[in-house]
């Protein structure tokens, strides 16, 4: 009898393991299910896409623009060597290489830029009362209304050698002639950290705003340094904030076109002015497409190497 | 609030109807942006009760890349005489024969049978003009006509000048300053040619569009331009003036044709005759402010447009002038070389 109660009650747990194993399938397929619009859509939309250019860096290029379908690695072989159009030797493509440094090193400028300025304007607002927090924010999101493109020749007329900022400074005596900012490499790290901001001040909003202060509070009760407690309690709880933030401003920089279109004057090339010019006038697809996929794997590497860096200092102060 | 909605829903509808009574026909037709006087469109709509849409590109590789694949839903093109080989080529114009049409008596007759489209079966002229030198002649007073403006400018132009970001015409004018031929593949001339630009590129200020306003504001004193955009610079500020380069300098002509795969085929074809008359190739002239291939259309142009210094070529200075053809891939990879070397 009780050895029957005992295999009903075990049945009975069993069978009750079973509904609740049932159901976290259930509840698995629902969000697979769920899942399934936003999969399609970056499948067909970024992946396709993505496709496409690898299989074309791998073709011939047409006469007039456009791919020839026969296997080659002349796109590849033109991202990283050149040969010598005059005397046909192969070499490192230094050309290539300058540009790609200058994107780079530009997007690193800017994205620190962005932080040094984000960083206080996301504290500010963090710090307010919570009714004036969302005034400040919406302050904050109002540029994204505006076209890129009229934002970044609104920063042309601010600073071009009869702009704003110029006829200011010679309306005050303050300079003789118009000291040259449009059109130097100046202008398009400026010109970036305008665009990309708000990117940077949003992710460190958030990441603030969460930040518990009575470990600050704490932190000074224990004599701390202002410059140590910002140091050591803020910026490692935060740090979150910082890193997507970063990344948010890097990796539009790295491929930014427009920006260096007009604020640098055409006269240096950043890689996705380098692309376009195969696309476009170059009439060179295959190398185009392989400049593409080669500067999607720079922006991989690169926050690999960041997300990695940014993780042991984590674990160091936790 | 509710008086102007309903204001504004009486208006859609009066419009769908105006739209219906009006579509017997349509033509799409892709083109140069801010190129199409709106007056000729309106002009042809009325005459032969046709819709027509514009849409804008702004580079021949634009255009070609957008038509090649198909199903864009143009009837009408506007490619430069420098293309047009190729559009021939990959077989993406429709043979209209415009040499047939009734019109086509008004072509002038140097442009009857243009090199780069021998007999004209494919496209009717829309306008032609020349790649020159805009010189804002309050800050630098001398001889313009030389593309050593560019090539070894005087130092006190140093750091005042704009290029314009068109790799063939910035190349062949090199090309033709260091004595070659437009789209040489001549190692020796090209060796010079990059040495002069890379040379000369420190001396640039900028290599960007939007020449107008940086000469009319002063921010350049000369620029790389097109002779009807020179022009209407100078309708802003009166001391620009358009030079041509006797070391040599492109020409170009842009010509209206029919689409292999245009679904208006007779909208299209009417609109190539439209196009030759002489006063409608007037109104081309009138709006965008460079020549047309018709003769006798200048007596229905504004005044000073046909005789104007941009318009009109000194005759010592016609010869100079070059309609640049398509290059070869072989010279285009050496020029794309060359560059990207210059903007490295």
Not at chain 2, 237 to 255: E, H, R, S, T, V
Request: hydrophobic letters at 45%; aromatic letters at 10%.
């Amino acid at each position: 009898m009780a050895e029957t109660e005992n295999t009903s009650s075990v049945l009975a747990a069993q069978s009750h393991q079973v509904a609740i194993e049932a159901s976290r399938r259930n509840k698995i397929r629902n969000f697979r299910l769920l899942s399934m619009p936003a999969l399609i859509v970056l499948t067909i939309g970024a992946a396709g896409p993505l496709l496409i250019m690898l299989v074309y860096s791998f073709l011939k290029a047409a006469p007039y623009g456009g791919v020839v379908w026969e296997p080659s690695i002349d796109g590849w072989f033109g991202v990283f060597l050149k040969k010598d159009i005059f005397d046909g030797t192969i070499s490192i493509a230094t050309a290539h290489l300058s540009i790609l440094w200058r994107s780079v090193n530009l997007s690193i400028q800017s994205t620190l830029l962005a932080l040094i300025l984000g960083f206080p304007t996301a504290y500010f607002i963090a710090t307010r009362s919570v009714q004036t927090r969302n005034l400040w924010l919406f302050l904050i999101t109002i540029p994204f209304w505006t076209n890129l493109l009229i934002r970044t020749f609104a920063i042309m007329q601010v600073i071009r050698d009869q702009g704003i900022i110029n006829n200011f400074l010679i309306g005050w005596g303050l300079i003789e002639s118009p000291i040259e900012m449009l059109y130097t490499d100046f202008a398009i790290m400026l010109g970036m950290t305008y665009v990309y901001l708000p990117l940077m001040v949003l992710p460190l909003y958030a990441s603030i705003e969460k930040l518990d202060f009575r470990l600050v509070e704490a932190a000074y009760d224990l004599y701390a340094t202002r410059l140590r407690v910002l140091w050591r309690i803020i910026i490692p709880l935060v740090r979150p904030g910082i890193v997507a933030g970063s990344i948010l401003v890097f990796v539009p920089s790295l491929g930014a076109y427009v920006t260096p279109r007009v604020l640098g004057g055409g006269k240096h090339l950043m890689l996705g002015n380098l692309i376009e010019l195969q696309f476009g006038q170059g009439r060179n697809w295959p190398l185009g497409a392989a400049l593409s996929i080669f500067l999607l794997c720079v922006v991989m590497g690169a926050l690999l190497i960041y997300v990695r860096v940014a993780q042991r200092g984590t674990t160091e102060h936790v | 609030m509710r008086r102007v909605i309903k204001n504004l829903i009486s208006a859609l509808v009066a419009l769908m109807f105006v739209n219906a009574a009006h579509a017997a026909g349509e033509l799409h037709i892709f083109n140069w942006g801010d190129y199409t006087n709106p007056d000729l469109i309106a002009k042809f709509e009325q005459m032969y009760d046709v819709k027509v849409t514009i849409t804008d590109y702004d580079s021949n590789e634009t255009a070609l890349s957008k038509v090649r694949p198909g199903g864009h839903g143009f009837d009408i093109a506007v490619p430069t005489s420098s293309h047009i080989p190729i559009w021939i080529e990959e077989g993406l114009l429709m043979q209209t024969n415009p040499n047939e049409m009734p019109n086509f008596v008004h072509v002038a007759e140097q442009w009857r049978n243009p090199d780069w489209e021998p007999g004209r079966n494919y496209s009717v002229p829309w306008t032609w003009g020349s790649t020159g030198i805009s010189v804002n002649t309050a800050m630098y007073g001398g001889e313009i006509n030389t593309s050593e403006l560019f090539f070894s400018p005087p130092d006190e132009l140093h750091g005042r000048i704009n290029i314009v970001p068109e790799m063939n015409d910035v190349m062949n004018m090199a090309i033709m300053y260091e004595g070659g031929q437009p789209c040489t593949t001549d190692k020796e001339v090209l060796m010079r040619v990059r040495d002069t630009v890379m040379a000369a590129k420190e001396n640039w200020k900028s290599i960007d569009y939007g020449t107008k306003e940086k000469l009319v504001s002063g921010d350049v004193a000369v620029s790389m331009n097109w002779n009807g955009y020179s022009k209407r610079a100078r309708e802003e500020n009166p001391d620009i003036a358009f030079g041509y380069p006797k070391q040599g300098y492109p020409l170009w002509m842009d010509n209206v044709a029919v689409l292999a795969d245009a679904k208006n085929v007779e909208n299209a074809k009417l609109f190539q005759n439209f196009l030759m008359d002489p006063e409608n190739a007037a109104m081309i002239s009138a709006f965008a402010q460079y020549a047309n291939g018709i003769a006798g259309s200048e007596a229905y142009m504004p005044a000073d447009l046909a005789s104007a210094p941009e318009i009109a070529i000194p005759a010592e200075l016609q010869s100079a002038g070059v309609f640049v053809p398509p290059c070869p891939p072989e010279a285009q990879q050496l020029y794309t070389a060359i560059w990207t070397e210059v903007q490295k």
